[in-house]
């Protein structure tokens, strides 16, 4: 028996795992998979692919550190800009 998800619920999962991954990042201050890997109790893959998209809307740096970790782009005013957008969209849905 095949179970179709709704795709409004998938993308909103989806949402809501990168928002979190954004608020691991903002509150540690770093951004690495392993990170987001072991705050979130995700998948490997999972987490590279929210790094992955991190990286694409300019949030943190292509290319890790020695220690692993990326620089951040954002400052803490744009993540919360961003937190803030998240919850007046939610609040409309």
Do not use: H
């Amino acid at each position: 028996m095949e179970i179709k998800k709704n795709t409004a619920t998938v993308d909103l999962q989806k949402t809501s795992t990168y928002t979190a991954a954004l608020q691991v990042v903002a509150r540690e201050q770093q951004a690495s998979i392993s990170l987001i890997q072991r705050r979130l109790k995700l998948q490997y893959s999972v987490a590279l692919k929210l790094v992955n998209r991190m990286v694409q809307e300019g949030v943190i740096a292509d290319t890790a550190e020695d220690s692993g970790n990326r620089a951040i782009f954002w400052s803490d005013a744009r993540f919360q800009a961003f937190f803030n957008q998240q919850c007046t969209q939610r609040s409309v849905e």
